[in-house]
């Protein structure tokens, strides 16, 4: 039942961002770029993966194809030479601003049929491993 409720929370997700020419997983490391930029850090390619949950070489070939379609810049990180510190450009802001609404909608539409979203998360978070976790 999960996986089946899982499915169908990922179609929509992906008929969501598909307006945008965005996957999932594109999402989800240009808006924790954008978020974490955002906040005042100099956000790298590992910090950038860590705070989406992805792997570092799954995060690497997504932000290059984030940076040939001009949404982030990668440039020489200034505290450590040989990382990339990651800069969202404004295009790449604007349409992470909207792809957010976007989702939300389809989170607040798929999620609405349950009374309780305090109990849901916290029985997901639960069977996740990661209670008390904010990401």
């Known amino acids: ?3 089946h409720t899982t499915l169908r929370w990922q179609r929509g997700v992906d008929a969501a961002l598909s307006a945008y020419s965005l ?5 989800l490391l240009l808006t924790s770029a954008w978020w974490l930029g955002r906040e005042g850090a100099e956000p790298n390619q590992r ?11 799954m995060a690497s070939q997504i932000i290059r194809l984030l940076e040939r379609d001009g949404l982030i810049e990668r440039d020489v990180h200034p505290d450590d030479p ?3 510190a990651l800069r969202v450009t404004d295009r790449g802001r604007e349409l992470a601003e909207k792809a957010v609404v ?6 607040a539409d798929f999620f ?5 979203q305090s ?8 069977l996740a ?7």
């Open 82 to 84: 040989r990382g990339k």
């Open 112 to 116: 609405g049929a349950i009374d309780d």
């Open 102 to 107: 976007a989702l939300d909608a389809w989170d």
């Open 23 to 27: 996957t999932h997983g594109q999402f």
């Open 119 to 126: 109990e849901l998360l916290a029985s997901l978070q639960a």
């Open 47 to 57: 910090r950038v993966a860590e705070h989406a949950g992805v792997g570092e070489v």
């Open 129 to 135: 491993g990661r209670r008390n976790d904010a990401r």
């Open 1 to 3: 039942m999960l996986w």
